[in-house]
């Protein structure tokens, strides 16, 4: 599904190169749940956006469905990310001149998988039921979060990247939404990258890698 070979990424900074990825190889199935821990500044996101094809590798290779991101223009894999990925980042990206229902709508449009009745059960299974037709603004920090998790989910992705899918939630929905994440998941088969710092959000997943140092390991929570 998702393979990263050898990959190493620097950022050029005031004081010369910061390399932040040098050599990182993962292996994602289809339908695996994988968590990646990490100090802060370890590598997450960038990680994770290079998976998403947001940004390409200084060395390496990234693969999707068996294909070098690498060998795509632009347009492609946009259209790729539209049809294959789920992304939820920190910053929740919600369109918000839409409605709840249309943030939801809009996306599941883009990748040509409209279905009314998925994106309703997915406001009312994250408990927007009541709010789909209010915009973004009119909506919590964690309700906006939630919605971002529906939107990333409407198009029925086969991969979903996530960066702190709860991290704007308290423990309690923090648990409640990551435990409707999964089930979601689980329901479509759809494979799970999610970065997190907690290893109480970690634990439930099938595996769990921890970015040290730019390399990637196995860890134990
Ligand atoms: N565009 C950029 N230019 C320069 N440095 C960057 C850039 N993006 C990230 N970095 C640096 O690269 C390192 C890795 O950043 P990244 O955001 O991937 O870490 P992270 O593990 O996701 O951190 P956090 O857990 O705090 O979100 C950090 O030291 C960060 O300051």
């Keep these: 599904m998702l393979e990263l070979r050898r990959i190493r990424k620097s950022y050029p900074t005031p004081q010369g190169l910061l390399p932040v990825l040098q050599g990182v190889d993962l292996r994602l199935a289809a339908g695996e749940s994988l968590a990646l821990m990490g100090e802060s500044g370890s590598g997450k996101s960038t990680l994770l956006h290079l998976a998403a ?38 910053q929740y990206h919600l369109v918000p001149s839409l409605t709840a ?18 994106s309703r059960e997915l406001l009312e299974r994250l408990g927007l039921a009541g709010m789909a037709g209010r915009y973004p603004e009119q909506l919590s920090g964690g309700q906006q979060q939630r919605l971002a ?44 990258l999610m970065v997190t710092h907690s290893p109480r959000v970690a634990a439930p997943l099938d595996r769990c890698l921890r970015l040290r140092h730019g390399r990637i390991a196995e860890a134990s929570l």
């Design 149 to 192: 998790i529906g939107r990333a989910l409407a198009a029925r992705p086969a991969l979903l990247l996530a960066d702190e899918p709860t991290g704007n939630l308290d423990e309690n929905s923090a648990d409640e939404v990551l435990a409707l994440l999964l089930a979601l998941v689980r329901d479509r088969g759809c494979a799970l």
């Design 53 to 90: 094809g947001l940004d390409t590798p200084d060395d390496g290779e990234v693969r999707l469905d068996d294909q070098p991101l690498s060998a795509l223009d632009e347009p492609a894999r946009a259209r790729l990310r539209r049809e294959r990925l789920g992304l939820v980042f920190q």
């Design 101 to 118: 229902a249309d943030n939801l709508r809009l996306q599941a449009r883009l990748a040509g998988r409209e279905d009314a009745a998925w």
